[in-house]
Every structure is written in C-alpha cells, then in structure tokens.
C-alpha cells in the first residue's frame, strides 16, 4: 500500500543509480554490465516528510524476440501497473535511441503521470545535449546526475507534489 513510483527505461540508463540515490542506501545491485538488475527492487524513500515506494525494473528492451528480454519487459509493464508515478530514465551520453522512442510511445498511452528523467547530466556540458530529449514531450523533464546526485531534490520535490 501507499504510493508507489517505478523507475523504468532500457538497460544502463541508470536506473538502479537513481534508486539507491532515491533511498540513499545500497540495496540494488548495480554494476557497469548492462542490465544486471533484472528483477524489480522494492525499496522506500521519504523525502520533505513524505514516505512512498520505489520499484526498480530491469530494462526495457523491445524489437527483439529474446526470451529473456521479453522477461524484462513484462516485469516493466507490471511495475507501470504497480505504480502511481512513472519515472521514465534516458541517457545524455547515448542521445535519444530507439529504444527510448519505443519505451516513450508507450508511456504516453499510461494514463499515469510520467516524468521524464535524463541522466547522467554530470555537467553543464552535457545539459546543453540534454536539450533534446524535450523532442520527446514529457513535459516534466528532469535533468540530474544519479552518480553526483545533482538535481535529484528537484526531482523528489516533483515527485512528492504527486502525493
Ligand atoms: P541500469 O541498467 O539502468 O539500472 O543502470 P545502472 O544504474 O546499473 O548504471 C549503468 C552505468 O551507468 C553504471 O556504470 C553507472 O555507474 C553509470 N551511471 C549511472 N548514473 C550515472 C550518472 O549520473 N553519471 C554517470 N557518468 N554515470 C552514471
Ligand atoms: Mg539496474
């Protein structure tokens, strides 16, 4: 019970970052190989007095007929089910890839509140790259760095309003 936020997008975003940096502990594993998380995490934040959940999912991969893909992105569409509020987590040092188009038409026929979450911002020369991902139109976008933890009380401050 209570609200639930899910943190979804393909693999290596930075999605297991976001949420140990969301709860300020370690309990996801993250690693530097590409979808070591595979199965949700549930973890609780509390921010500005307000306590929620947090699911991390494994990525989310599409166009491919990969069994254990498919795994992942079931376990995603769950977790959006599962969730009041949706993180949806892109990559600045990628640009915007396919995969993030397809995870973004989908997240658009949510009927639940979508953020979008660029990461890995470590710098102001990459928030001028990171200016392309309002091509996407979420119109809450979010720039932070999950490893720094720059903008994320920015970010928590939005996602608390939701509450
Ligand atoms: P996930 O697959 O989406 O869960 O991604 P992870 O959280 O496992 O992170 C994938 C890689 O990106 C790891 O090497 C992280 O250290 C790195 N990473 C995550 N957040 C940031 C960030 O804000 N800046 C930078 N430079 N690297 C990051
Ligand atoms: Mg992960």
Request: proline share 2%.
């Amino acid at each position: 019970s209570g609200f639930t936020v899910a943190i979804v997008g393909r693999p290596n975003v930075g999605k297991s970052t976001l949420f140990n940096r969301l709860l300020e502990q370690r309990k996801a594993i993250v690693d530097d190989v590409s979808g070591v998380t595979r199965d949700r995490q549930y973890g609780i934040a509390d921010w500005a007095g307000k306590v929620f959940n947090v699911i991390d999912t494994g990525g989310f991969v599409s166009r491919s007929e990969d069994v254990f893909e498919r795994e992942i992105r079931k376990q995603v569409h769950i977790a959006v089910d599962e969730a009041d509020l949706i993180l949806f987590v892109c990559d600045t040092t990628t640009g915007i890839t396919g995969q993030d188009q397809d995870m973004a038409d989908l997240l658009r026929r949510s009927t639940k509140p979508v953020l979008l979450v660029v990461n890995k911002v470590d710098n102001p020369e990459r928030a001028l790259y990171a200016t392309e991902f309002y091509s996407l139109g979420f119109d809450n976008t979010f720039m932070i760095s999950s490893i720094s933890g720059s903008g994320s009380g920015e970010l928590l401050d939005e996602v608390v309003t939701h509450i």
